[in-house]
Structure formats: structure tokens, C-alpha cells
């Protein structure tokens, strides 16, 4: 008798640790499978203007990125034109992390407002620069405003939108780089020859005013927990002494690359090989760049929508990598002799394989991390992409400055310094005209050394994303319940049987 009881005992002990332990499991897999989603329902009155406010914020600071191509004549400084980019990248990027900080934090209005602000302020100081120094001071801070500007409207569309219907709207947001990468030069061209240079920063003062009060007046998001802390704990929480070592390595890193080149313009390399090989004018060059652009921004839109619909942004980012990888391995074998409808096709895949994965990052980020841990995750996402556009720009930079030193070596009266003091035309047009032929050539294969680049790193970027998570953004939780139930009481029962048996 007391062999059975203890027998008994022991059973009814396995019994209730094995149920235990199942829902311990049970738990840990609902925590892990269902969204840890922010969003707040509101009214269409309120999302609807907020949303095309937070849109043509983007849209500005995007804008301001790549209207600067049309003034770097304008004080007649030449070593200061780099820094009328870099100034605005170095804070940009150098400040992602910190601002990720700040709206895990503090209330995100106020940190949103605060940064559209900084934005205009920086504008407004480049707009009435009376020098190249007060010029460059106002880009830095222009880039720390847009730096608080891009997280923000991320943390904005996560507490606006549910999950499930993110990606659509995180394609029109990769789609106004797209947009405002081909409008920037056409609007800094129109506003420099028709009134002045300056209007292209005046122009951000009142379209960001409206985008402030209608931010004001629209944005609704409670504060979270974080936001109640003490100020001395949410200080503590800042890392004052790794962004102190961080801000700086940055700012070292982009000056290491930058100065390592021999020229200091921020160069997109297809331009320069419309410029150098097909002899079009920097204009026209920037017009035959609009099958990329047009492609990619109509693949961001339509990848979002896909994953709206199916759920999954894993298959659509890796199916876009396989199409990028394609289309940066044409551009490699582009000739001098390369027709028109070669050129158009090779861009539209890779502008199409580009804006399909462009998005997956931060999809991935606002689905798979805890809600507090989102904005640390998108101010990461932002600054490896900020980065990754400064490093391997002047990488690449590198590269061709190298490749023609060395191809154009044995050819007579060439000098290095050549590469720095004239232009993409006026290098080639210096030459013997029994040269410039050859000349071509030799351009056009450093140009492809360059396009390399691009293929590497399209092929690294397939073979990570095809390690991205499948996890679905319209993953209903009420059916994760249902599984984890149904799980929990099978395995209840196989244990009673053994327990019996």
C-alpha cells in the first residue's frame, strides 16, 4: 500500500511538472508569436492629415538631400563643397541612435515637433548663409533635425496604423526617396535660375510650419511607461559615454573616407557614365536616371501592397534580391557602344529588385521586436543605411580615382591631380583626339570596377535576407490562442495516459 501511494505521488508530480513546463513553452510561444503591436485606434480626421503631414516632412528632408548638387559653385569655396553633404550626413547619421533613445524615452510629439524644427532652423540658417562656414553649420543642423525627422515619422506610423496595413504605407515611404531623389535636382535647378539658390531651403520654413500644427493637432499617442521615468534615470538610459565615443568614430570614419579619395563631390556613378561615355550633360544625365527611379519607387509601392495581402515580407524581400543581383550584374557589362534599350532595361531591374527588399528591414523591425524596442530597432536600421551610403559612395569614389590613375598612367602629360581639378568631360575631352577613343574605353572599364561594388553587395544582401524571420504582420492573435490550446491539451492527455497506464 505504501509502494502505490508513493507510486501515486510520484505520477501525480510528474503529472503536474510536465503541465507546468507545457505552459511555460505554451507561453513563451504566444509571447513570441503574436505582434507586440502599439497602435492606438483614432479617428480617419486625425490619421488621414497626420499621415500626409508626417509624408511631406519626409518628403522635405529627402528633398534637401539631393537639391545641394545644384549651388556648389555658389561661394566659390572648392574645398568646402564636400562638406555641404558630408556635414548634413555626418549629423544625420551620427545622431540615429541617440534620437532612437529619445522616443523610447520621451513623448514622441515632443520629440517629433522638437526635430522638424531643428530641421527648418538648419534650413533657414543655410538659406540666409552669407558664407560657406554659416552655409555648412546650418546642414549640421539641418542633419540632426532629420535625423529625429525619420525616426520619428516611423514611430508615428506604428502607433497610427495596425501591423497588418504598415507595409503599404512603408512603400510610399520608400518611394519618396525615389521621388524626391529625381525631383531634388529638377526643383534646385528651376528655383536656382528663376529666382535664387535660397529659396531652396526658404521653402522648407512654410511647408514645415503647416506639418507642425497639423502634428500638433493630430498626433495622439499616450506616453508609454518609459516616458514616466525620472529624468536622471532616462539620462542614465542615454549611453552619454559610448555616443561620446560613438558620434565621434563616426564623423573619423566618413573623414578617413572621404579624404582617402581624391575628390571631394558626393558622386552617383551611372551619371558619370552617361557624362563620361555617353558625353550628355549632367542635366541629362540626371533624366536617364529616371527608369531607376521610376522602377524602384513603383516595386516599393507594390511590394508593400504584397505584403499587406499575403502577410509575409520575407519572400517578396528575397525575390527582390535575386532581381537586384541581376540587374547590378548587367550594369557590369555595360560598353561604351551600349544601346539606349540596353541601358533602360538593366536600370528598371535593379531599380524593380531595389525597391521590392528596400522596405524589408524596417517591416521586420515593427513586427518581430518588443513595441519599446522598435525605435532603438529603426534608429539602427537608419543608421546602418546612412552609413552604408557614405562608406561604400566613397568607396567607390576610391575606386575609380585608383582605376584612372592607373589606366591613364602611360598616357602622355597625364597628372593625378587632373582628377581633381576638371571635370568628368572636360578629363576626357583634355585628351589627343587620337587618344580619347581609348580614353573611353579605359573610363568606361574603371567605371565597371566601380559597378562591382554594387554587385557584391547585392549578392551579401540576398544571402542575408534569405535569413530574415518568416513571420507574418496579419498573424491574428485570437488563432495563436487557439493553437497553444489545443497543443496545451494533447499534451495533458498523452501524460494522464502514461500516468494510468
Keep these: 500500500m505504501g509502494e502505490a501511494t508513493s507510486e501515486n505521488s510520484w505520477r501525480m508530480s510528474t503529472i503536474q511538472h510536465n503541465e507546468s513546463s507545457e505552459d511555460i513553452i505554451a507561453s513563451g510561444d504566444h509571447a513570441a508569436s503574436e505582434p507586440d503591436d502599439a497602435y492606438r485606434e ?35 569655396s572648392l574645398p568646402d563643397v564636400g562638406w555641404y553633404g558630408s556635414a548634413y550626413l555626418l549629423t544625420c547619421s551620427s545622431f540615429q541612435l541617440l534620437f532612437g533613445k529619445f522616443y523610447t524615452f520621451w513623448a514622441v510629439k515632443t520629440v517629433l ?45 506604428i502607433h497610427a496604423v495596425p501591423l497588418q496595413k504598415r507595409p503599404r504605407l512603408l512603400g510610399l515611404f520608400g518611394a519618396i526617396f525615389g521621388v524626391a531623389s529625381v525631383v ?54 542615454l549611453d552619454v559615454i559610448g555616443n561620446m565615443v560613438l558620434i565621434p568614430g ?37 533624366t536617364r536616371l529616371l527608369p531607376l527611379m521610376l522602377a524602384t519607387v513603383v516595386a516599393t509601392i507594390l511590394a508593400g501592397v504584397a505584403v499587406q495581402k499575403i502577410g509575409y515580407y520575407t519572400p517578396i524581400a528575397i525575390a527582390g534580391s535575386c532581381i537586384m543581383c541581376v540587374g547590378a550584374g548587367l550594369l557590369m557589362t555595360l560598353q561604351i557602344d551600349t544601346g539606349e534599350g540596353k541601358w533602360i532595361g538593366y536600370q528598371i531591374l535593379y531599380g524593380f529588385g531595389t525597391g521590392m527588399c528596400s522596405q524589408a528591414p524596417n ?13 532603438i530597432g529603426v534608429a539602427l536600421m537608419f543608421f546602418g543605411q546612412l552609413m552604408g551610403a557614405a562608406v561604400f559612395v566613397s568607396a567607390g569614389q576610391n575606386v575609380l580615382d585608383t582605376q584612372l590613375v592607373q589606366r591613364f598612367s602611360n598616357f602622355p602629360g597625364f597628372e593625378p591631380s587632373l582628377i581633381t ?8 575631352s583634355s585628351l589627343p583626339a587620337n587618344l580619347r577613343e581609348t580614353g573611353l574605353v579605359e573610363y568606361n572599364e574603371a567605371l565597371r570596377r566601380v559597378f562591382q561594388i554594387g554587385l557584391i553587395l547585392s549578392c551579401l544582401t540576398a544571402l542575408c535576407i534569405a535569413m530574415l524571420e518568416w513571420k ?20 495533458e492527455k498523452v501524460v494522464d495516459a502514461d500516468g494510468s497506464a
Design 184 to 237: 531634388g535636382p529638377l526643383v534646385g535647378g528651376a528655383l536656382t535660375s528663376k529666382v535664387t539658390w535660397r529659396w531652396c531651403f526658404y521653402i522648407n520654413a512654410p511647408v514645415g510650419g503647416v506639418a507642425v500644427i497639423i502634428i500638433s493637432l493630430c498626433l495622439n499617442i499616450p506616453d508609454q511607461d518609459n516616458t514616466k521615468l525620472a529624468l536622471m534615470k532616462k539620462l542614465s538610459q
Design 363 to 375: 517591416i521586420a523591425a515593427q513586427t518581430v521586436l518588443p513595441t519599446q524596442d522598435v525605435s
Design 421 to 428: 581639378s576638371s571635370g568628368v568631360t572636360s578629363f576626357l
Design 472 to 491: 507574418s504582420v496579419i498573424k491574428k492573435p485570437d488563432a495563436v490562442d487557439d493553437d497553444i490550446h489545443n497543443t496545451s491539451n494533447v499534451g
Design 42 to 76: 483614432q479617428s480617419s480626421r486625425q490619421i488621414i492629415p497626420l499621415l500626409v503631414s508626417i509624408f511631406v516632412t519626409m518628403f522635405l528632408v529627402a528633398l534637401d538631400r539631393t537639391i545641394i548638387s545644384t549651388i556648389t559653385d555658389e561661394f566659390s
Design 250 to 286: 563616426v564623423v573619423c570614419l566618413l573623414l578617413a573616407l572621404q579624404w582617402g579619395g581624391q575628390t571631394y563631390a558626393v558622386i552617383y556613378f551611372l551619371p558619370v557614365w552617361f557624362q563620361a561615355i555617353g558625353g550628355v550633360s549632367a542635366v541629362d544625365s540626371g
Design 113 to 157: 515637433l522638437l526635430s522638424v524644427l531643428l530641421f527648418e532652423v538648419g534650413s533657414i540658417i543655410c538659406g540666409a548663409a552669407p558664407s560657406s562656414a554659416a552655409f555648412i553649420v546650418g546642414r549640421a543642423i539641418s542633419g540632426i533635425g532629420a535625423a529625429g525627422v525619420f525616426n520619428g515619422a516611423i514611430v508615428c506610423i
